[in-house]
């Protein structure tokens, strides 16, 4: 069965440092999404993405942040210059097109910021 | 902000018996709403879904209701086996997900 793959699987970065969070959508999906679960918070949504540009985005995604979609295979998210508080599991998410369809989530990236 | 609360942290359930998980939402504009089961170091996995136009949607063992007028969804897990012991997220879209906080679901042999 297909899948969302995320890369890496944990990543650790020195605060005030670039990263970059790696995911590959379901092929034949056209809607696709950046969540974050904090240790012992809910799952939050950062960021929806559509046509190649962004259709919604929460509060927390701001200036710091951006998405991309390099080529027809890869969606990252990019934060500039990490905070400690920006320590979270990160997960991409991709739709295959009409409203009700499901959302299919990838395993996560572990960010750590020291 | 609460638009989906689930009030169950956790539940425990002897093996074949029936598992009820509890949802609220206050949003009405709510369209399409999802259970997604979770593993530790795993993502989310879609269950089952339910659009806001029908009451009832089955998929095997799981069937998840919905009640408008009370703004209530309830996911049913009959029988119950060891294999779904996990957290369970019931999620509302209008757009984007809006996850509930979830409940540890744990099946006792």
């Known amino acids: 069965e297909p899948e969302v793959t995320q890369t890496p699987s944990h990543q650790v970065t020195q605060m005030g440092q670039e990263v970059i969070l790696r995911c590959v959508p379901i092929?034949?999906?056209?809607?696709f999404y950046w969540y974050r679960q904090i240790l012992g918070q809910k799952v939050e949504f950062l960021v929806s993405f559509y046509n190649n540009e962004i259709s919604e985005k929460s509060e927390i995604f701001d200036d710091q942040f951006s998405v991309e979609r390099p080529d027809g295979s890869n969606f990252t998210l990019k934060i500039r210059s990490t905070k400690l508080e920006d320590s979270a599991m990160y997960f991409c998410?991709?739709?295959?097109?009409?409203?009700?369809?499901?959302?299919?989530f990838g395993d996560g990236t572990r960010l750590s910021i020291l | 902000d609460q638009q989906v609360k689930q009030n169950s942290p956790s539940l425990s359930v002897q093996e074949g018996r029936i598992s009820i998980l509890n949802c609220d939402y206050t949003?009405?504009?709510?369209?399409?709403f999802l259970w997604y089961k979770k593993y530790p170091a795993e993502g989310p996995t879609f269950l089952i879904s339910?659009?806001?136009?029908?009451d009832k949607n089955e998929d095997g063992r799981f069937t998840v209701f919905l009640n408008k007028s009370a703004k209530h969804l309830s996911l049913h897990i009959v029988p119950s086996q060891p294999g779904d012991s996990a957290v369970y997220f019931c999620a509302a879209v209008v757009g984007k997900l809006t996850f509930g906080t979830g409940t540890r679901l744990t099946i006792i042999p």
């Open positions: 339910i659009s806001s136009i029908k």
């Open positions: 998410a991709s739709r295959e097109g009409v409203w009700n369809q499901p959302q299919h």
């Open positions: 949003n009405s504009m709510f369209d399409y």
């Open positions: 092929s034949n999906h056209l809607y």
